[in-house]
């Protein structure tokens, strides 16, 4: 008889399925629920996108892996102009179905084996990476608890999701010169990289040459426009970083199958090369942020980090789930800190990616 163990069976509880009765409850307010649980964008995608998406609808061959040149020319030419990368070529530039997508395979496809590192309060689909992969995952945020063991893969994350903290040059560079002097493959998260709130500690890309002085070697930036652009729908990611590494995850997705379809390469091209509408998202969510900030506030949180990214990272000093009640019987629902790693146990995460509406709902309800 064949054996076999479900891979289902050996990755960690979807940590939303947790939240149905606190849902619930916060749905049976007068005046519906404020979702402040998940970072999902609700305003609408830039029409210039939407336009080349729609023109590019008649394309019918299969799309390349690697993506088209003008992809290729566009991602590169955004990331030099945005976040101050260099050293850019074709063969350090990769589009994904997805950043999600693209982390959970990520560990499998480079083919990592034994120990991965991931932040200590981290996005739960790295965890999910490391264990499909059958890899043991440590939580570590400083390389001095690592002690003597040398792991394979390490996974940061900045600006953080969910706590929203921002690593400095001198972290990153410390991090990225220990990873090349021990050949381990560092993967950054760096998706919030454009949504920094705080002019005197920007978030900053590890493939900036103030951090890694040109060298490339091991590193893997992960970018999206997700929720810089609105296109968490469209699914259009990147990743970007060492050509050798690159090649090889191109190599393996092409026999996997994965290519980003034609029509999201040209909704990407527009968007990348757009940058007054990344901007005026960027607005949007700074007013939002404001009022948020404000009403936890003068509600008696503390709001920790949250330097940068979709989210406030807040506290009463209590257990989060006691947390979620409190909002939950407000007609709020927002995601509970245990979710992301056992030292969140005493914050909850609340997003930005509501309506202006809603957002003044969560401020009346608080006040």
């Given at each position: 008889m064949?054996?076999r163990t ?14 149905a ?14 979702n ?10 830039a029409?210039?996108?939407q336009?080349?998406?729609a ?9 390349q892996?690697i ?5 290729r ?5 955004a990331?030099?102009?945005r976040?101050?990368m260099?050293?850019l ?12 997508e693209a ?8 083919g990592?084996?034994?120990?991965v590192v ?6 739960p ?12 995952v440590l ?5 001095f ?10 996974f ?11 690593l400095g040059?001198?972290?990153l ?6 990873a090349?002097?021990n050949n ?5 998260d760096?998706c919030y990289l ?5 002019d005197?500690?920007p978030?900053?890309?590890i ?10 070697t091991n ?11 609105n296109?968490a ?7 970007v970083g060492d ?6 995850l191109?190599?393996?997705?092409k026999?996997?199958g994965?290519m ?5 390469q ?5 968007a990348l ?5 990344e901007a ?5 969510y700074a007013i ?5 900030m404000?009403?936890?506030?003068e509600?008696g949180?503390?709001?920790?980090n ?11 000093e209590e ?13 709020i629902?927002v995601?509970?800190?245990d ?5 969140g ?6 997003a930005m990616?509501?309506t ?8 009346s309800?608080?006040?």
């Amino acid at each position: 008889m064949t054996s076999r163990t479900p891979l289902v069976s050996v990755l960690p509880d979807f940590p939303w399925d947790s939240l149905a009765s606190a849902k619930a409850k916060a749905a049976s307010h007068p005046d519906g629920i404020v979702n402040l649980s998940v970072g999902t964008p609700v305003d609408p995608v830039a029409p210039s996108i939407q336009i080349a998406l729609a023109e590019a609808a008649g394309f019918s061959g299969y799309p390349q892996t690697i993506g088209t040149p003008e992809l290729r020319a566009a991602i590169r030419g955004a990331l030099e102009r945005r976040y101050n990368m260099t050293k850019l070529v074709d063969a350090s530039l990769l589009p994904v179905v997805g950043t999600k997508e693209a982390i959970a395979l990520l560990p499998f496809a480079l083919g990592i084996s034994g120990t991965v590192v991931i932040p200590e309060i981290a996005y739960p689909t790295y965890e999910v990476a490391v264990v499909a992969a059958g890899c043991t995952v440590l939580r570590s945020d400083s390389l001095f608890k690592l002690g003597p063991q040398i792991p394979s893969m390490m996974f940061i994350n900045s600006p953080s999701n969910p706590t929203g903290k921002v690593l400095g040059i001198p972290h990153l560079r410390k991090v990225v010169k220990w990873a090349q002097e021990n050949n381990v493959i560092l993967a950054a998260d760096e998706c919030y990289l454009g949504l920094g709130w705080d002019d005197e500690n920007p978030p900053i890309s590890i493939l900036d040459p103030r951090v890694c002085d040109g060298d490339h070697t091991n590193l893997i930036a992960i970018h999206s426009l997700s929720k810089t652009s609105n296109l968490a729908s469209y699914r259009a990611g990147y990743l970007v970083g060492d050509p050798a590494l690159i090649g090889e995850l191109t190599e393996v997705r092409k026999n996997l199958g994965l290519m980003v379809p034609f029509p999201i390469q040209q909704a990407m091209i527009a968007a990348l090369n757009d940058d007054d509408q990344e901007a005026g998202q960027k607005l949007t969510y700074a007013i939002r942020r404001a009022k948020l900030m404000r009403a936890l506030l003068e509600s008696g949180f503390q709001v920790d980090n949250s330097e940068a990214g979709l989210y406030l990272w807040a506290t009463r000093e209590e257990p989060c789930r006691d947390t979620v009640d409190w909002f939950a019987e407000r007609g709020i629902l927002v995601a509970p800190g245990d979710f992301y790693g056992p030292r969140g146990a005493q914050h909850v995460r609340v997003a930005m990616t509501e309506t202006d509406e809603r957002v003044d709902a969560f401020v009346s309800r608080l006040s």
